[in-house]
């Protein structure tokens, strides 16, 4: 029998963290312990409202909890308004918000449902790694019943908020220290592989006869998202960052990693934030990372398109 992902989402939607939640929700390899938030593309207070917007539109019945408003050392970057928006998830319009947030806190919640939980654990972190680094430093036993942490943030050629830095490293380089050396395994979707899921016009044209609520989010989604991606970075399509964490557990194959010893810089310098990526192992140092280097693109967006199709029809 195909084992079944038990998974904590830790995100700062974001239109493209957003998608990694609807790839997550109804896939049968994966069980969606819970949704917790973190201050990172918006304010804490506007992704955890996008959290539950979404998780009520579609009908996700987890926790979601609020976690950190800000790093754990350093003052908060500001926040990715050129790309989604003044309220983090610009385009869809979403009825009177009812569902209500969990009290816990995200770093109580993510140590307790770990703690509880009868099968490790993957922690699938695709916003800056804040309250992830809080709940190992506050409860380091939870490392015990960790199985994975598969992150999407870093890059080992070029950032995307600095030259060396990928904005959810910079935007807590001290956290991504944390957990990079927590002795778990950690696989890095950084920009050198997710820069290659480009959103291109076809994609949201295949995806817009997908006739159910999933595919109608999708879609509204993407049109502004990939309409700021362009004006920002000039992508024809925009890159779909944070869903290339879910495809991987819902198949692995269908992206290549290398496994190489990550460090994070927190030295303060211009290089700060950046994920050292020993590409050429040019050290003994240990492997600490699968860092993903290629994306099977046809799969990835039959992956997509599959999740979609599982939400109510409109």
């Given at each position: 029998m195909e084992k079944i992902r038990q998974i904590i989402i830790d995100c700062d939607p974001g239109h493209d963290d957003i998608v990694a939640i609807m790839l997550a929700a109804r896939n049968p390899k994966i069980k969606l312990l819970g949704i917790t938030t973190v201050n990172g593309n918006q304010t804490l207070e506007k992704v955890t409202r996008n959290a539950l917007n979404v998780c009520q539109y579609l009908d996700i019945d987890v926790p979601v909890c609020k976690g950190l408003a800000g790093p754990i050392v350093r003052?908060?970057?500001?926040v990715e308004e050129r790309v989604h928006g003044d309220s983090g998830l610009d385009g869809p319009v979403?009825?009177?918000l009812t569902k209500q947030l969990d009290p816990r806190h995200a770093v109580d919640f993510i140590i307790e449902t770990v703690m509880n939980a009868s099968e490790p654990v993957t922690l699938v972190p695709t916003g800056p790694l804040s309250n992830i680094a809080m709940a190992m430093r506050r409860e380091p036993k939870i490392l015990e019943n960790i199985d994975e942490?598969?992150?999407?943030?870093?890059a080992y050629q070029h950032?995307?908020?600095t030259p060396a830095a990928e904005f959810n490293i910079y935007a807590d380089a001290e956290a991504a220290h944390v957990v990079f050396s927590c002795g778990r395994p950690v696989v890095m979707m950084g920009l050198d592989l997710t820069r290659q899921a480009l959103c291109y016009p076809e994609i949201v044209d295949r995806m817009s006869k997908i006739e159910t609520k999933g595919g109608k989010l999708f879609v509204d989604l993407m049109r502004f998202f990939c309409m700021t991606q362009k004006k920002v970075f000039g992508w024809e399509g925009g890159p779909l960052h944070d869903p290339t964490t879910v495809a991987y557990l819902i198949d692995p194959d269908c992206i290549e990693t290398k496994a190489m010893h990550?460090?994070?810089?927190?030295?303060?310098?211009?290089?700060?934030?950046?994920?050292?990526?020993?590409f050429f192992n040019l050290t003994d140092k240990?492997?600490?990372?699968?860092?993903?280097?290629?994306?099977h693109v046809d799969r990835f967006w039959d992956i997509v398109e599959e999740n979609l199709k599982l939400y109510d029809h409109l």
């Open positions: 003052e908060a970057p500001p979403f009825p009177p942490i598969v992150l999407m943030g870093g950032g995307n908020v990550t460090d994070i810089d927190i030295s303060g310098g211009q290089s700060h934030g950046r994920t050292n990526c020993d240990v492997k600490n990372t699968k860092v993903a280097v290629k994306l």
